[in-house]
């Protein structure tokens, strides 16, 4: 069964850290580009970051480039997302999922940035 789990999430004071993990099962994230998204309350879900198949490409929405690092590991087959020099705007659902051939979407992993 092909699937996601994402993890990781939580409260964190604005400036902290936290490190969010996206296990995949059913398929090989050596094999596809993978996302990271967010969704915050009343908003639409955006992509955040991207890393390429050969895992040697990434790419990150403006709001988060410096801050964020996503990487894979292919032993563990599961995508990570590290986010530092956290802000009350980063508040939101985290979500992964492959980039060119979407599978069914996680329950994703919440973020909360607030003192």
């Known amino acids: 069964q092909v699937r996601v789990v994402e993890s990781g999430g939580g409260l964190v004071q604005p400036g902290g850290s936290l490190r969010l993990s996206c296990a995949a099962s059913g398929f090989f994230v050596s094999r596809y580009s993978m996302s990271w998204y967010r969704q915050a309350p009343g908003k639409e879900r955006g992509l955040v970051a991207d890393?390429?198949?050969?895992?040697?490409?990434?790419v990150y929405v403006d709001s988060v480039k410096g801050r964020f690092t996503i990487s894979r590991d292919t032993a563990k087959n599961t995508v990570s997302l590290q986010m530092n020099s956290l802000k009350p705007e980063d508040t939101a659902v985290y979500y992964c999922?492959?980039?060119?051939?979407?599978?069914?979407w996680g329950r994703g992993t919440q973020v909360t940035v607030s003192s």
């Open positions: 890393i390429t198949s050969n895992g040697d490409g990434t």
């Open positions: 999922n492959r980039k060119f051939v979407p599978t069914t």
